[in-house]
């Protein structure tokens, strides 16, 4: 399958500091990527769709003005948690899509980085 | 009703028996289907795709659709304990343009050796 990597893995900061996830697609491009989010114990919640060269689409409920996503290439997208609060701390998923025969789409996610805002 | 849903489990299963995951869903235009595989603490991880009615089998993964009945499952043969995860099931629901996965909750599978 496709290979996603997903820089830190782990990020520890302060209240009111912003910090930026790195997604990319290692050996294939990606038009679009997800950003999900996961508390524990509770399922994925999708938060946006990044799209190579267009504005990010947000789920409902997601502050676009806080989560900052940039897609500026075909291989990369970030996101970036502005201001975080402890409440923000979560596993922070992306993942890519890859079509394949017949137009079928796939996703393979990226390993993670979680987040803990003190 | 929610989109995708899955039995929470926990499902306990002896080793070498067989494990049946089960999953429902409720838009009837969805076309894709998925099983992911979620150890704890680490991300999703791609088991099975699946886009038409009948059984897909790879290896001892066996996925089976039934789009009449809106259910898709997933059989584990010879189950080891290293298959003790969370599996997703996710679902491509229909949006122009705008296609997405949506995940059930995810059932718990717990391989008693």
């Known amino acids: 399958g496709a290979v996603v990597s997903q820089h830190p893995s782990w990020v520890i900061c302060k209240s009111g500091t912003s910090v930026k996830i790195e997604c990319r697609s290692l050996?294939?491009?990606?038009?679009?990527m997800f950003w999900y989010r996961q508390f524990p114990k509770q399922s994925l919640m999708l938060m946006a769709t990044?799209?190579?060269?267009?504005?990010?689409t947000y789920e409902q409920g997601v502050e676009k003005d806080k989560f900052l996503i940039n897609h500026a290439s075909l291989t990369l997208s970030t996101l970036t948690v502005t201001s975080a609060h402890p409440e923000d701390s979560s596993f922070y998923i992306c993942?890519?899509?890859?079509w394949g025969q017949g137009l079928r789409e796939t996703q393979y996610f990226g390993p993670g980085t979680r987040l803990l805002v003190l | 009703q929610k989109e995708v849903e899955q039995n929470s489990g926990p499902l306990s299963v002896p080793e070498g028996a067989i494990a049946s995951l089960n999953c429902t869903y409720s838009?009837?235009?969805?076309?894709?289907f998925f099983w992911y595989r979620q150890y704890s603490g680490k991300s999703p991880e791609l088991i099975m795709s699946?886009?038409?009615?009948g059984d897909k089998e790879d290896g001892r993964f066996t996925a089976q659709l039934n789009k009449a009945s809106q259910y898709v499952s997933l059989l584990i043969r010879d189950s080891q304990p290293s298959d003790s995860a969370t599996y997703l099931c996710?679902?491509?629901?229909?949006?122009?343009?705008?296609?997405?996965?949506?995940f059930g909750t995810g059932t718990r599978l717990t391989i008693i050796p």
């Open positions: 993942s890519a899509r890859v």
């Open positions: 838009d009837r235009g969805s076309q894709s």
């Open positions: 699946i886009y038409s009615n």
């Open positions: 996710a679902v491509n629901i229909p949006s122009f343009g705008n296609e997405k996965l949506t």
């Open positions: 050996d294939f491009q990606a038009t679009t």
């Open positions: 990044s799209n190579e060269g267009s504005k990010a």
